[in-house]
């Protein structure tokens, strides 16, 4: 008889042990998160496994302490084929290189206001994404929109789809978008003229790339 009982009490361990492997295994979070030195959380993985349409929050839960999500990190999504839709919450701010990397299925993206900037690189390897963005915010796609073949919505004005990846562009903003373009031009160029300036001394080149090598550090540590 102690031996029956010995039997059926082990069973049922090893299948208590079982559901709480299982129950820990569903309840994994999908999208992880680091404090950065701001006291900020970057969001640096998404599960590759999700499906459909996700919201990245604004508010998150990090070892019983709130954070403020400001940053998308480098190759956050990336390989996420299964995701058709991502909405960033209000707040986030800065979105690193490579961020949406191959995500073959992604069709639109919800940028807000709040964003101050995107990385030339975050949509390689997508294919034909809608930015749906405001107007204060749209120039940071339409610079490299052409190549990346983004459609741009922006959503707080009228006429508004700005279709850069078929090269059809819309008449609204058309002359900010033409303004934009030259100041940026202009900025390649004195960058270029400056950097690459041979009359330069030896001295003062070998400081400019050190104060390059480190701002080039500080920006990586931010996203």
């Known amino acids: 008889m102690k031996k029956l009982l010995s039997v059926i009490l082990s069973v049922l361990i090893a299948f208590s042990a079982f559901g709480v492997v299982a129950y820990a295994e569903e309840t994994a979070e999908p999208l992880m998160f680091e404090i950065n030195e701001e006291g900020y959380a970057v969001l640096v993985y998404c599960d590759p ?3 459909g349409e996700i919201v990245v929050p604004y508010i998150v839960e990090i070892d ?20 058709t839709s991502i909405e960033l919450s209000k707040g986030i701010e800065q979105i690193g ?6 995500c073959t299925s992604l069709v639109d993206l919800y940028i807000p206001e709040t964003l101050l900037f995107c990385a030339y690189t975050a949509f ?36 508004d789809d700005l279709d850069l990846g078929i090269g059809n562009i819309g008449s609204v903003d058309l002359v900010n978008t033409i303004i934009l373009l030259i100041k ?28 390059s090598a480190v701002m080039t550090k500080a920006s990586v540590a931010v996203l």
Not at 124 to 150: D, E, K, R
Request: aromatic residues 16%; proline residues 1%; hydrophobic residues 40%.
């Open 184 to 211: 940026r031009i202009i900025q390649l160029v004195l960058y270029f003229s400056i950097n690459f300036d041979t009359d330069a001394e030896p001295e003062e080149v070998s400081v400019k790339a050190a104060n």
């Open 97 to 102: 290189d490579m961020a949406f990397l191959n």
């Open 49 to 51: 496994t999700l499906e």
């Open 124 to 159: 390689n390897g997508t294919q034909g994404v809608t930015v749906h963005c405001y107007s204060a915010n749209y120039q940071f796609f339409t610079v490299f929109g052409v190549i990346q073949s983004l459609r741009i919505d922006i959503v707080d004005s009228v006429g």
């Open 64 to 83: 019983g302490e709130f954070y403020e999500v400001k940053y998308i990190g480098e190759n956050a999504f990336e390989g996420c084929e299964f995701i």
